[in-house]
């Protein structure tokens, strides 16, 4: 890329000092030749004998003024006036004002002009037309320009310099050293394992073949999108030695036929040069999708590109010593020859992260980040069931941009949750406009959800319940799932579309009318219940059976979809899916209105702080008053401000302290040189000592306040001791003295 960029830079130099060249010439060549004139105007100058001198050249006549105009010796290459004419018969005019000049003043005795007229005739220079020096040496000048560009260019498109054949090279990237190791990746252990195989074989292949094994051709790592496909492979180009050569796979598609197949070639023998390497093809998918599903035949540009792949990888010639990686979301479209043994001999499937490996994952990307001392990471990962690796950093990028946005020295859990539903859901929308009526709908709308996902075990939990607008919906009860259990049970699939249908049926009790706020929530509830008729065999009439998609046209993969059923059982499911929608109703209905009381106090609760949390959501079922958790809520918040103000403070003596420190010690270096004295000296350590007290004070606040506290409750005990033990007489004769005092 340097040598191509190198020598397009000497092409763009070569033409920059042709052109500065022709400009230097053309103004060496070139003056002034004044203000332009029309020829009526030029004749008018003329005849009123304002004109000295006339030089006329190539359809230009330049003139000199008689009075004040530029000096003789410079014209005419400079001059006052100039205007241009078609025919030399146009210029006349100069010739017939001198003739007449002539008739009125000549001498009759000696038939010559009279001397003092004879300055007043118009010195007239006709030139034939002749090009500059720039006109004539530019056709010269342009002919040797495009060879020498014509001779560069070859050499840039030839063999030695790319170009042309460039085309056909292919863009891997030569990874030398890679930052990313194995360490760095947290949440998929068996997945390290399986690629670390490949690092420990290429720098101990004699372990190995010593035993007969041989070493996977190619491996493809499969998964979601965000799992970290490609950061797994980087961490093998990290923890090995060898030239690593990374490339997407829709860096082998071009506009020109023939050229991925040509690309392919290179890539692998840029590897067996190299060998032993590792190639790394990114998003696979692009280039190895299934043949024969494209609408010009078997024969178009990916095509022949996939088939030079599956070649080089498994063809007559062997590759030793080079391994291929691949990573896709999409192996359900790769084409089955590349798949068999002795290409991909083994895909290795990089799965979304466990609660354990999500907790590995956020401790790695906090550990740039000042993280409070309140956030509990584990927590946190079992709130995020499903998050990928990508998404977790997101959030808590997230997070610390909200502490960032607030000023505050930390992150703390308030930050990573409000990260976390801003990944989700989107920001929060606070400044819309929202009625008196619209909150109290939201409000029985979310709280009917919630009551019921706390009645109702659906394998979630309730984290946060808010009527503020955020995204595309005005309020949410965000839930997450208790584990990471992948299966569900009837019970909890129905428990689960109940719970979808506590919004519509919470607007129904309190309002008698309802809203089309739960268009969301009919639409998951349906699809749901589809699929638990016609995939998941949990219907009672069709029973064991799937009746979902049948056989797929490959174009778009969604372009149609043939049904293997009839019209009589389509409308088996049809009533399936609506009995399983009304039993779920009728149940949720009369959960609802049993909890009504509940479904009140949540609601407004909600009112009040707008967010609720599962704390808040525990004690509302547990029977309390929301105006007694709303003190709770306020107490907290006040602690949690005092002690967010108390980390400032601390944070700002330390940060002065230090710099006192240096101060202190620059002072004592002054001092040993006799350029401050003692007593300066010490006014500057006795403010280091000032600030030192300060900061302790800080630190020891609150223990010096539980303290004091413990000291008071001694002292009320001691009394109430001492009048215990006092006898009646004794205790008022203590009276009589105080009030006689």
Known sequence: MDKRANRWGKIAAFVAIIVVLAIIFYIANSGSSGQVLSYSKAVEHVKNGEIAEVYAQSGVAKLRKR??????????????YYFEFTSWNQLNFIEEYNEALREKYTDEHTGELLPEYANECIDLTLKNPRASFIETITPYISIIVMIIIGIMLFRLFSNKGGG??????????????????????????EEKEETAEIVEFLKNPGKFKALGARIPKGILLVGNPGTGKTLLAKAVAGESNVPFLSISGSDFVELYVGVGASRVRDLFATAKRNAPCIVFIDEIDAVGRQRGAGLGGGNDEREQTLNQLLVEMDGFEANEGVIVLAATNRADVLDPAL???????????????DVRGREGIMKIHAKNKPISPDVDFQAIARLTSGFTGADIENFLNEAAILAARKGAPVITMEDITEGINKVIMGPQKKSRLVTQKEKELTAYHESGHTILAKLLDSGDTVHEVSIIPRGMAGGYTSTRPADDEDLYTLN????????????????????????????????????????????????????????????????????????????QTAGIIDNEIKKILDDNYARAYKLLEQNKDKLDQMARLLLERETIYSKEVDDIMAGKEYKDIIKRINREEKARKSKAEKMRKEEELLRAEQMQLLKEKAATELNAAGVISNKELEAIKEETRKIRAELEFERNKEALKKQSKAKKEEVVEENLEQKQEETPEESEQKEEKKDNE
């Not at 042309?164 to 252990?189: Q, T």
């Not at 043994?341 to 992260?353: C, H, L, W």
């Open 339 to 353: 798949l068999r043994p002795g290409r991909f001999d083994r895909q290795i499937y990089v799965n979304v992260p």
């Open 67 to 80: 009075v004040d105009g530029v000096d003789s010796k410079l014209f005419p290459k400079y001059a006052d």
């Open 164 to 189: 042309v054949n460039s085309f056909a090279k292919s863009h891997a990237r030569m990874v030398e050293k890679s930052n990313i190791k194995f360490d760095n990746i947290a949440g998929a252990e």
């Open 492 to 567: 909890k699939l129905n428990n689960r579309i109940a719970m979808m249908m506590g919004g519509r049926i919470a607007e129904a009790i309190q309002f008698g009318d309802i809203t089309a706020g739960a268009s969301n929530d009919i639409q998951r509830a349906t699809e749901l219940a589809r699929k638990m008729v016609t995939e998941w065999g949990m219907s009672e009439k069709l029973g064991f059976a799937n009746y979902g998609k049948g056989s797929e046209v490959f174009l778009g993969r969604d372009y149609q979809t043939q049904v293997t059923y009839s019209e």
